[in-house]
């Protein structure tokens, strides 16, 4: 079935040093994958997102790649800072149409400062 | 500040009362959603509405029932909930059926007592 999953629940880091959050999915039809940051006591927001004629895009800080052989997404924040505390969800887009966003359960990330 | 905006952030409430949850966004968007988001569980599709249309129905229970007067507000009607309905509640919108990152409210903190 149409899954979206995180491989690690938690992910503590040094202030200063990189971040790697992966992400697996198992519907080889979508073409649309976003990253989402979820602080505390707020909503999801959106960081960065990537379609599946790409392999890498980066952004502020951030660079989100895809390996379509082996379904998985991975999202790297450069020079992780305090604020970037938060869990962090992948979000898989189908490309069969309809408004079915499948996310993923969630990366908390704790920078140690 | 995403654009949408939910109110109340908390709400405790009994199982046998009524309440209600309203979202609204200011962004011109015309499909809006509620989310259910439990611990450690990934987002749930409760419901979603194009063009005030509903389009998606998740096999929500009937004690959720959700409004919709036009592209700007949505609603969602409590009653008679159960303690396992205690989440938070996300309201999303997006530029309808496209391949575009979702706007999130900041959520209900709902506890059912």
């Known amino acids: 079935g149409e899954s979206v999953g995180l491989h690690l629940p938690t992910l503590s880091v040094q202030e200063g040093d990189n971040s790697i959050i992966n992400c697996a999915y198992s519907n080889s039809a979508s073409d649309y994958f976003i990253w989402y940051k979820q602080e505390s006591g707020k909503g999801p927001q959106f960081i960065i997102d990537?379609?599946?004629?790409?392999d890498k895009r980066q952004g502020q800080r951030v660079t989100v790649l895809l390996n379509k052989t082996v379904k998985h997404l991975s999202l790297q924040i450069a020079a992780t800072q305090p604020g970037d505390s938060a869990v962090y969800f992948c979000?898989?887009?189908?490309?069969?149409?309809?408004?079915?966003?499948?996310f993923g359960a969630g990366t908390r990330l704790f920078v140690k400062a | 500040e995403t654009g949408v905006t939910q109110t109340p952030r908390h709400l405790v409430m009994g199982m046998t009362n009524k309440k209600s949850l309203k979202c609204e966004q200011h962004?011109?968007?015309?499909?809006m959603y509620w989310y259910k988001q439990s611990a450690k569980k990934p987002l749930e599709l409760m419901f979603v509405y194009n063009f005030k249309e509903q389009t998606e129905n998740n096999s929500v229970p009937s004690r959720f029932s959700p409004e919709c007067p036009n592209s700007s507000h949505l609603f969602l009607h409590l009653h008679t909930l159960q303690p396992e309905d205690s989440a938070l509640y996300l309201c999303a919108a997006t530029r309808g059926n496209m391949n575009t990152e979702a706007f999130f409210g900041q959520g209900t903190r709902l506890t059912v007592v």
């Open positions: 962004l011109g968007h015309n499909a």
């Open positions: 979000a898989e887009i189908p490309n069969t149409g309809g408004f079915k966003t499948i």
């Open positions: 990537i379609r599946s004629n790409m």
